[in-house]
């Protein structure tokens, strides 16, 4: 399993921005690896979030954070973003990257539940005051 280590987390107030990243190790191949960014609020389930295929072609939303967030990744710093304009109070959550060996699509989907990938960060919260 490839190691993975967030940051960028922290509290603004609605409206505001922040910009995520998700460090791998550097012993992995980054490119074989779909990259995806998911979250979890207190009391709910983790749900995901945006993801992106191995060499950036792709990339897949939730239909919440459509035209808000920003997936990307830098193959050659092992490091995956997610720029988040717009923030709302109900993106408060910890937010977690995660990887799988492989292609983000599925069954002509992308891959968004969490028994699809193998590895974890340790999550970053963001907290969005209104």
């Known amino acids: 399993q490839v190691q993975l280590v967030e940051s960028g987390g922290g509290s603004v107030q609605a409206g505001g921005s922040l910009r995520l990243s998700c460090a791998a190790s550097s012993e992995y191949t980054f490119t074989t690896y779909c990259m995806s960014w998911f979250r979890q609020a207190p009391g709910k389930e983790r749900e995901a979030v945006a993801a992106i295929s191995r060499f950036g072609r792709r990339t897949y939303y939730a239909d919440s954070v459509k035209g808000r967030f920003t997936i990307s990744r830098d193959n050659a710093k092992n490091t995956m973003y997610l720029q988040m304009n717009g923030l709302k109070p109900e993106d408060t959550a910890m937010y977690y990257c995660?990887?799988?060996?492989?292609?983000?699509?599925?069954?002509?989907?992308?891959?968004?539940?969490?028994?699809?990938?193998?590895?974890w960060g340790q999550g970053t919260q963001v907290t969005v005051s209104s």
């Open positions: 995660a990887a799988r060996e492989g292609p983000c699509l599925y069954g002509g989907t992308w891959r968004q539940d969490i028994t699809d990938y193998n590895s």
